[in-house]
């Protein structure tokens, strides 16, 4: 399983709004990229994986925090582009750590199928 590093979204849309549209459009917005930068990260699957081991309740909080991101990535879809060939599109650089090592295994839910 690919495994990702942490990405740092509220500099990626910061630098890029800022590059594109001028410095002083990014400070109205900046809670918003707060708000989804902080919610991505709390979405650390080991540590629920873990947390639901011991408290399968928990499975509801981890599924309104996803729906939550999801939210926030469909209003980010709608007004922003990813794709590099696109004008004024967002850089979000994704560094894969490990992908292919056949060596280390990057996730105990796949042992478990």
């Known amino acids: 399983m690919k495994t990702t590093m942490p990405i ?3 500099l990626a849309f910061k630098t890029g709004i800022e590059k594109y549209y001028g410095p ?4 109205p917005v900046s809670g918003f990229f ?11 699957y080991s540590k629920y ?10 499975c509801e ?3 309104g925090k996803i729906l939550k991101y999801l939210s926030f990535v469909l209003i980010l879809d ?3 582009k990813f794709e590099s060939n696109f004008p004024k599109s967002i ?3 994704v ?6 090592d056949q060596n280390i295994k990057n996730s105990a839910f796949l042992n478990e199928i």
């Open 8 to 10: 740092d979204i509220f």
């Open 24 to 27: 002083s459009y990014f400070p």
């Open 34 to 44: 707060t708000n989804l930068a902080a919610l991505r990260n709390e979405l650390d």
């Open 49 to 58: 994986q873990k947390m639901i081991q011991a408290d399968s309740r928990l």
């Open 61 to 63: 909080e981890l599924e």
């Open 78 to 80: 709608g007004k922003f």
């Open 91 to 93: 850089c979000m650089p």
């Open 95 to 100: 560094v894969w750590s490990d992908s292919f």
